[in-house]
């Protein structure tokens, strides 16, 4: 079993997910999108963005441009984080 930070948001009529990740997912396209496409299983059927934090605390999103957009005009911390606990797909 795998743990990870997420949130499933519904903004405007969208519903959508927010993962927490490392700094090496989303400073790497290819990564990135391997992440999402394996994320894909979890959050079926809604758009993913990848959120990590550099180190300065500042967030760094990846994903949709518009929900990006959204959640650069808020607080990390009103994102409504909970730990989610899925198995990997072998």
């Known amino acids: 079993m795998m743990t990870m930070q997420a949130a ?25 999108v391997r992440m999402r496409q394996e994320l894909q299983k979890v959050f079926k059927n809604m758009p993913i963005i990848l959120m990590s934090m550099d180190s300065n605390g500042r967030p760094h999103y990846y994903g949709r441009r518009d929900i990006v957009n959204f959640l650069k005009s808020i607080k990390v911390s009103q994102i409504p984080w909970r730990q989610f606990t899925f198995m990997p797909v072998m």
Not at 14 to 31: I, K, L, S
């Open 8 to 32: 499933v948001v519904v903004e405007q009529g969208v519903t959508f997910a927010v993962v927490a990740v490392r700094p090496e997912v989303t400073n790497y396209t290819y990564r990135a």
